[in-house]
């Protein structure tokens, strides 16, 4: 049929359940483009519905009157509306709301990575049982195609790594303790101030958040399945600024990185603050911004960066969807996502065996002898020592710490989180050194 008169056919009807920030989003480009998304989709989109849980708060968008309702039935019960965009967050209700969509016969697109990261089994399987699809392109890195990419673009691959900033919230952070020299409460105050952090920015910002996304895209480029148990995970709020500084001395920044590698037939998996050296392009990804490297053994290295959250860039995803999902290609793709796989292929690294070169900083006794205490202990479990910093206390530090004590940085070679678990056992029977001592891996 040619395009023109598709156009003319009755549009497809859309239900939206939740018209917060990125809903709203949704909903304005629908109205405002409608052509743009005809000629896409081969049919008109039309939003039927939108729903809400208080009928009284102001939307900032003009809808038809009688579009938005708080009755989610409205959606689920309406035979003639064909999708339904999920955009509820948190895991219950939404997932009983994705589950009733999927059985009231709608194809559902959604932005929900939490829900899928903890229910995503369920859900795909009902789907498909149902003969429905879900897509979810906004669930990961916001405004850039990185599902799109991972699933449809590298499909000659195997992809071998993905190296990601997948926060905003935490990249915000680290940019702005680096630029300004602030500490990270001074940081995170200026970002929930510019609304690039939530009043309660736990999820963002002790790695949650980039967990969730780094499970989904490990789940579609390795067919594996992990839970975010299984996810070594630390994030940015217990970061010291000295350790910015000193790493900017050894010629590195440092990056909230989320990491998938396959390494010797098992995952290596990990979310956690990492040394990043200045000229590579993770290191360039600055602000509110999210980086995705993805290494395919056809392809080789590939590189993606934009916004990966707020509301245009996260409805650009959303709409997206709606179009593939209209236009037929949703159904195609969701069959052969390899999140079906089973067995899965690959097992998960177990972390002992993770191998990185370490940032290590020790606060130790300002006395002869504690340098060379500390090598012999790391000599003897194989770890060797690529560089040492010495200073005075920085400022920051002499609060916390008993004057006579000094930073010490040391950088290793590659070795095993497991030697190096063992090396600080021993390390924190030393009467010279001030515990907690920190540790970070350094990327590459
Ligand atoms: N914001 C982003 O930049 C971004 C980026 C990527 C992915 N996401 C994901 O997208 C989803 C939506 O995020 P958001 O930022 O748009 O959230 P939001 O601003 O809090 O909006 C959520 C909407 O859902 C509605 N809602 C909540 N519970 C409901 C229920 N039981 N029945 C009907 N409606 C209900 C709310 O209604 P009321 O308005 O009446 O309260 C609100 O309109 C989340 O899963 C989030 O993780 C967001």
Same mark, same amino acid.
């Given at each position: 049929?040619?395009?023109?008169?598709?156009?003319?056919? #009755?549009?497809?009807?859309?239900?939206?359940?939740?018209?917060?920030?990125?809903?709203?989003?949704?909903?304005?480009?629908?109205?405002?483009?409608?052509?743009?998304?005809?000629?896409?989709?081969?049919?008109?989109?039309?939003?039927?519905?939108?729903?809400?849980?208080?009928?009284?708060?102001?939307?900032?968008?003009?809808?038809?009157?009688?579009?938005?309702?708080?009755?989610?039935?409205?959606?689920?019960?309406?035979?003639?509306?064909?999708?339904?965009?999920?955009?509820?967050?948190?895991?219950?209700?939404?997932?009983?709301?994705?589950?009733?969509?999927? #059985?009231?016969? #709608?194809?559902?697109?959604?932005?929900? #990575?939490?829900?899928?990261?903890?229910?995503?089994?369920?859900?795909?399987?009902?789907?498909?049982?149902?003969?429905?699809?879900?897509?979810?392109?906004?669930?990961?890195?916001?405004?850039?195609?990185?599902?799109?990419?991972?699933?449809?673009?590298?499909?000659?691959?195997?992809?071998?790594?993905?190296?990601?900033?997948?926060?905003?919230?935490?990249?915000?952070?680290?940019?702005?303790?680096?630029?300004?020299?602030?500490?990270?409460?001074?940081?995170?105050?200026?970002?929930?101030?510019?609304?690039?952090?939530?009043?309660?920015?736990?999820?963002?910002?002790?790695?949650?958040?980039?967990?969730?996304?780094?499970?989904?895209?490990?789940?579609?480029?390795?067919?594996?399945?992990?839970?975010?148990?299984?996810?070594?995970?630390?994030?940015? &709020?217990?970061? &010291?600024?000295?350790?910015?500084?000193?790493?900017?001395?050894?010629?590195?920044?440092?990056?909230?990185?989320?990491?998938? *590698?396959?390494?010797?037939?098992?995952?290596?998996?990990?979310?956690?603050?990492?040394?990043?050296? *200045?000229?590579?392009?993770?290191? $360039?990804?600055?602000?509110?911004?999210?980086?995705?490297?993805?290494?395919?053994?056809?392809?080789?290295?590939?590189?993606?960066?934009?916004?990966?959250?707020?509301?245009?860039?996260?409805?650009?995803?959303?709409?997206?969807?709606?179009?593939?999902?209209?236009?037929?290609?949703?159904?195609?793709?969701?069959?052969?996502?390899?999140?079906? *796989?089973?067995?899965?292929?690959?097992?998960? $690294?177990?972390?002992?065996?993770?191998?990185?070169?370490?940032?290590?900083?020790?606060?130790?006794? &300002?006395?002869?002898?504690?340098?060379?205490?500390?090598?012999?202990?790391?000599?003897?479990? $194989?770890?060797?020592?690529?560089?040492?910093?010495?200073?005075?206390?920085?400022?920051?530090?002499?609060?916390?710490?008993?004057?006579?004590?000094?930073?010490?940085?040391?950088?290793?070679?590659?070795?095993?989180?497991?030697?190096?678990?063992?090396?600080?056992?021993?390390?924190?029977?030393?009467?010279?050194?001030?515990?907690?001592?920190?540790?970070?891996?350094?990327?590459?």
């Amino acid at each position: 049929m040619p395009p023109s008169a598709s156009h003319a056919s #009755k549009p497809i009807l859309i239900g939206i359940i939740g018209l917060g920030t990125v809903g709203t989003g949704v909903a304005r480009v629908l109205t405002e483009h409608p052509e743009r998304l005809a000629r896409r989709a081969g049919r008109r989109l039309e939003l039927r519905r939108a729903v809400v849980r208080d009928l009284g708060k102001p939307r900032g968008i003009e809808l038809p009157p009688g579009t938005v309702t708080d009755q989610v039935s409205a959606v689920i019960d309406d035979p003639e509306i064909d999708i339904a965009v999920h955009l509820v967050g948190g895991i219950h209700p939404a997932r009983e709301i994705l589950l009733d969509l999927l #059985k009231g016969g #709608k194809d559902v697109v959604t932005a929900n #990575k939490a829900l899928l990261c903890e229910c995503g089994e369920e859900l795909f399987t009902t789907a498909r049982d149902l003969g429905r699809t879900i897509a979810f392109e906004a669930a990961v890195a916001g405004g850039i195609p990185i599902i799109a990419t991972v699933a449809q673009s590298l499909a000659a691959n195997q992809i071998t790594s993905i190296s990601a900033i997948l926060n905003g919230t935490s990249n915000y952070i680290l940019t702005q303790m680096a630029r300004e020299n602030w500490d990270y409460a001074q940081a995170l105050h200026q970002a929930q101030q510019l609304g690039f952090a939530e009043a309660d920015p736990t999820l963002d910002v002790d790695g949650s958040d980039a967990a969730q996304k780094l499970i989904l895209l490990t789940w579609l480029a390795f067919g594996v399945r992990a839970q975010l148990a299984d996810v070594h995970r630390q994030g940015i &709020d217990r970061l &010291d600024l000295s350790d910015l500084r000193f790493a900017g001395e050894l010629g590195y920044t440092i990056k909230l990185l989320a990491v998938a *590698r396959l390494v010797n037939q098992q995952i290596e998996l990990h979310v956690q603050p990492t040394l990043v050296r *200045r000229q590579t392009p993770l290191a $360039q990804i600055h602000g509110p911004f999210n980086a995705i490297g993805l290494v395919g053994d056809v392809v080789g290295e590939t590189w993606y960066s934009g916004p990966g959250a707020g509301q245009m860039p996260t409805a650009s995803a959303v709409v997206a969807d709606l179009i593939d999902t209209v236009a037929g290609r949703t159904r195609i793709n969701f069959e052969r996502l390899e999140l079906w *796989r089973s067995p899965a292929p690959f097992s998960l $690294q177990p972390r002992e065996k993770i191998e990185s070169r370490f940032y290590l900083r020790f606060q130790v006794l &300002d006395r002869p002898h504690v340098l060379a205490d500390i090598a012999d202990i790391l000599g003897r479990n $194989q770890i060797s020592i690529a560089s040492v910093i010495q200073h005075e206390p920085p400022e920051s530090l002499t609060g916390s710490s008993s004057a006579n004590t000094v930073p010490l940085i040391i950088m290793t070679h590659r070795t095993t989180e497991g030697q190096l678990r063992e090396a600080e056992r021993e390390l924190a029977r030393l009467n010279a050194i001030t515990p907690p001592h920190v540790r970070m891996p350094v990327a590459g």
